[in-house]
């Protein structure tokens, strides 16, 4: 389901560059040879590029059997090594499995002591998968079975298994059981492989275990979750693993505060973002740019409160079915308040504050709003799931007949905005109406013909996620492949049938009739913070020179030049180049470590000779010595980068070897 779109800065299905830092030491005597200078430096070396194989993912319907059988022999496989575990659930997720056991106190049946519940680790694994083993070499056939409730309760009450029997209470039938061989069973809709023999056993590895809460609720059992991945074949491990390793490299929490970007302060608690004054340089120009296409495109810029009375979340329906999600209300002069968790009522507040024409419509209003929201303390996880984010909402107000139109604006504004960012391969799916919902079958149907004729004129393939519509409308997902291959889920376009009419949103028609408007909701990021660690990642903090907190670092050979850096960095901030100067306390061939290692795209070297003839020596990060600059032809050069969102490739002078 991937489409290609044209990129700026990296491909998906190859491994960013990386690059070393160098540990060149070496000397400076005036007057400096600028080329000869600048190729003395080491010059970091990018390896090539290698070819990453393109990992399936589950929508291969045979990979997906594959992790839910395997599901199933882990499963299996626990309950044969410790009798007393009892199975919950064990669904397949992205890249794997998991299944969630109890271990209840069991006593001794000499002693009659009691046995605290069983700890699993990871040292456990290999025992586990050893077993796993022996289960996929006697080829056991899996079946399905299909009973009545009443013999599925008996069944489960035999072997004891009390978390079966909550599961059981929710499933509607027809109750189906997956046998393997006739050595056990579960409850399951499937699908499954057709025998154990069909698992690759080689492709199989145990990652971790975790602890998990019983559906989630910190007030029931403490259960343990052993999450394992399962591949078509050893290769598809092996690339998995090697992802893996490069990911640990590219982890954003780690570079976050290796290159001082933001911070997350507990003394302040969990989940609320610092932005330094780096990672705020690079926010200022995600969100510069993200205003300006969206003006660009037709919306207008909007502000809301961050808070409002708890009687319009009660309007919304997010009190009735959001409010575990949302923090506790506050007291204001005897009424109750609610900080949001949401942007979208408030901007039907607004459009409810005059009566609209037709002719008024479409309406597009866009937000960076912050919001927040109740997260438990075991979820938050660096910036991709925190308590105060930053969401790129917007809405808009149209007419039915005008919904198409506006998606594939909508889509059109999302590969523009995406691609910028170098992300060019997207997975889309298109979800359809649940079996609960909003809405008369004309209008859904209406709707989920314009999302589709909309992904049609985009010539975009899709999945259709049938009945995984939101309740109030259908939608499309959008999900980003990153430079190792990993997919994010980012961009969303959803319609609305239930706020229009909950806040009685109308438009007077041609016909003098008051009508409902279609509503809908789409953001591009999701959120600023869950993007910027993302865009962390996927440039493992190498950003492009457009982004770069830092785009120029001048390295002063001495303290007689500091002057006239300083006067060089005035005239580059004018001109729109981010610009820092070193203090100069550190040997030359240390300040350009510092700056390789601060991740610099440009740096240039100034001593007396460069003082006096008003030129630079300027070196790439990415591309070693480019020569001699003046400093307007520099800076002018890089302005014009910063427009485009290119790297700097321009060369300069070099003086020939003697």
Not at 428 to 433: D, K, P, Q, V, Y
Not at 472 to 492: E, M, N, V
Request: glycine share 6%.
């Amino acid at each position: 389901m991937a489409r290609q779109a044209s990129g700026f800065i990296y491909s998906s299905s190859r491994l960013a560059a990386r690059r070393l830092e160098t540990s060149s030491i070496i000397s400076y005597k005036n007057p400096i040879k600028t080329s000869r200078y600048m190729a003395s430096v080491a010059t970091e070396a990018a390896p090539e590029k290698e070819e990453a194989l393109e990992l399936p993912t589950n929508d291969d319907n045979e990979l997906l059997c594959i992790r839910h059988s395997t599901a199933h022999v882990m499963a299996m496989a626990v309950q044969q090594i410790y009798p007393e575990a009892q199975v919950t659930i064990g669904p397949w997720i992205d890249n794997g499995f998991y299944y969630d056991f109890y271990f209840p106190e069991t006593t001794d049946p000499e002693t009659g002591e009691t046995i605290p519940s069983r700890k699993l680790a990871d040292s456990d694994l290999k025992k586990i998968k050893k077993a796993m083993d022996k289960i996929v070499s006697k080829n056991y056939p899996i079946t399905r079975e299909e009973v009545s409730r009443e013999e599925a309760e008996r069944r489960i009450k035999e072997i004891n298994e009390p978390f079966k029997l909550e599961i059981l209470e929710g499933l509607q039938e027809p109750i189906t059981l997956y046998h393997i061989g006739d050595q056990w069973w579960d409850l399951c809709a499937g699908p499954h492989v057709e025998s154990t023999g069909k698992i690759p056993k080689k492709a199989v590895n145990l990652r971790s275990v975790a602890g998990a809460y019983w559906r989630g609720d910190e007030n029931r059992e403490m259960l343990q979750r052993v999450y394992g991945t399962a591949w078509k074949d050893p290769d598809q491990l092996k690339a998995y693993k090697k992802m893996l390793e490069e990911a640990k490299k590219r982890d954003h929490r780690v570079l976050g505060k290796s290159l001082n970007l933001f911070s997350i302060q507990e003394d302040a608690g969990g989940g609320l973002v610092f932005w330094h004054p780096k990672g705020s340089a690079i926010r200022t120009q995600i969100e510069d740019f993200w205003k300006q296409a969206h003006v660009d495109g037709g919306y207008e810029i909007v502000y809301t409160p961050h808070i409002a009375n708890l009687d319009l979340w009660k309007t919304s329906g997010h009190f009735d079915f959001y409010r575990s999600d949302m923090f506790d209300q506050m007291a204001v002069e005897e009424e109750q308040y609610q900080i949001k968790p949401m942007n979208c009522p408030f901007h039907c507040l607004m459009y409810k504050d005059d009566l609209k024409s037709y002719r008024d419509l479409p309406i597009r209003w866009a937000e960076l709003g912050t919001v927040y929201r109740y997260e438990r303390s075991g979820t938050l996880h660096g910036l991709m799931r925190v308590r105060g984010f930053t969401q790129d909402d917007a809405h808009i107000f149209c007419l039915p007949e005008q919904l198409e139109q506006e998606i594939v604006a909508v889509l059109d504004l999302t590969e523009k905005i995406l691609s910028r960012f170098g992300f060019d391969k997207y997975d889309i799916m298109l979800s359809t109406r649940p079996e609960k919902a909003v809405g008369s079958d004309e209008i859904w149907e209406a709707a989920t013909t314009a999302l589709e004729g909309a992904l049609k004129v985009k010539g975009w393939n899709y999945g259709i996620d049938e009945g995984g519509g939101a309740f109030y409308g259908p939608k499309i997902d959008l999900k980003i492949r990153d430079a190792i291959g990993r997919q994010w889920q980012c961009s969303t376009v959803q319609c609305d049938f239930n706020l229009p009419d909950r806040f009685d949103l109308e438009y007077v028609s041609a016909e003098g009739t008051r009508e409902r408007p279609i509503m809908v909701h789409r953001a591009i990021f999701g959120s600023i913070e869950r993007f910027f660690g993302i865009l962390v990642e996927n440039s493992a903090g190498d950003f492009p020179l457009w982004l770069a907190p830092t785009q120029l670092k001048l390295l002063p050979v001495t303290d007689s030049v500091m002057d006239y850096c300083h006067e060089v960095a005035a005239k580059a901030k004018k001109l729109g180049v981010r610009v820092e100067v070193d203090r100069g306390a550190e040997r030359l061939a240390k300040q350009i470590r510092n700056a390789e290692k601060g991740r610099i795209p440009i740096m240039a070297v100034v001593g007396v000779k460069e003082m006096e003839s008003g030129k630079l020596a300027v070196r790439s990060r990415k591309d070693g010595d480019l020569g001699s600059f003046t400093v307007d032809s520099l800076l002018e050069e890089m302005a014009g980068c910063n427009e485009r969102a290119e790297e700097m490739t321009m060369k300069g002078e070099f003086e020939e070897k003697e």
